[in-house]
């Protein structure tokens, strides 16, 4: 990857700014990686105008299933890694994909939050995919061509007030007659 922030981390990653880059070529453009079983955090990371040209793999990847387990950690179960506000701005990709675009995976173990990509394009990229994501995310996406996946779609707000038609005068409103 061009930028991986994560990985064969232990304590925790915050705080980061990657801006104004451009990678012509690299298996990802940036890579956000923490493995189940290693703990720790990853927070506050903000990438924001990002020119990527070909990649192997993927243009932007936030995923929770890095194998390797911390060695220095010897609990049976130890904490999972707590991933949340990773923002994505202004990022282009104009190369070719041979995996997905984004790919934002959570596990069981770790659910990723607030995740934030505004006006991603890669509007005439051939790859296998698209957008790669599953229900163990949680953010938005704005402003995005191709179209993001179903999880970083706005939501439908609904009104759960429900309010009662009033009643010609004379009716009780208990559901008995008279």
Excluded: H
């Excluded at 282009?92 to 984004?102: E, F, I, K, M, S």
């Amino acid at each position: 990857a061009a930028f991986t922030i994560g990985s064969e981390m232990s304590g925790g990653v915050e705080d980061v700014l990657v801006e104004d880059c451009t990678v012509i070529s690299a298996g990802v453009g940036v890579e956000v990686k923490v493995g189940a079983g290693r703990g720790g955090f990853v927070r506050r990371i903000a990438v924001q105008r990002l020119q990527v040209g070909d990649t192997l793999r993927a243009g932007l990847v936030v995923m929770a299933t890095y194998p390797e387990g911390n060695p220095f950690c010897t609990e049976r179960a130890p904490p999972a890694p707590l991933v949340s506000d990773i923002s994505f701005e202004d990022v282009t990709v104009t190369g070719n994909a041979q995996g997905y675009l984004v790919q934002f995976k959570g596990t069981p173990e770790v659910f990723m939050k607030n995740l934030s990509v505004r006006r991603f394009q890669a509007p005439d990229v051939a790859g296998k995919g698209q957008w790669d994501c599953n229900p163990r995310i949680d953010g938005r996406a704005e402003d995005s061509n191709p179209r993001p996946c179903r999880e970083l779609r706005p939501k439908l707000q609904l009104s759960l007030r429900s309010q009662r038609p009033s009643l010609p005068v004379g009716w009780r409103s208990d559901g008995r007659c008279g």
